[in-house]
């Protein structure tokens, strides 16, 4: 799967939570499907859009370039495809309400 560690909100410096980035392409197909959506947990996926199908809670997604920039946060009900944001390089997934605080423009990072 994977690099593990924390997802660090800068300029806070806040530990938003575990972070796993998910390498493969079975992984990435299936990102929060693959695991329950558990609060303070954020799967990353190196791609320029998501999907929500077959999922049965919305998601927050967090769109970013290849330095980490904020590009967009949206929530993304079930069933959908996120629009793709150009420069978009990583997007991170977690439950509904977990980037409260990450504006665009932030920086989030694996640590």
């Given at each position: 799967m994977v690099d593990a560690g924390w997802l660090i909100h800068e300029p806070s410096g806040r530990r938003l939570g575990a972070?796993?980035?998910l390498k493969s392409l079975h992984l990435r197909l299936g990102g929060m499907l693959l695991g329950a959506i558990?609060?303070?947990v954020f799967k990353?996926?190196?791609?320029?859009?998501?999907h929500s199908v077959g999922m049965k809670?919305?998601?927050d997604i967090a769109l970013?370039?290849?330095n980490g920039r904020v590009l967009k946060i949206m929530t993304l009900q079930p069933?959908?495809?996120s629009t793709?944001?150009?420069g978009t390089k990583m997007i991170w997934e977690a439950a509904v309400g977990s980037f409260a605080g990450v504006n665009k423009g932030d920086t989030l990072?694996?640590?």
């Open positions: 972070a796993v980035v558990v609060s303070g990353g996926i190196p791609d320029f859009w998501v809670h919305p998601i970013c370039d290849k069933n959908r495809v793709p944001v150009l990072r694996c640590a």
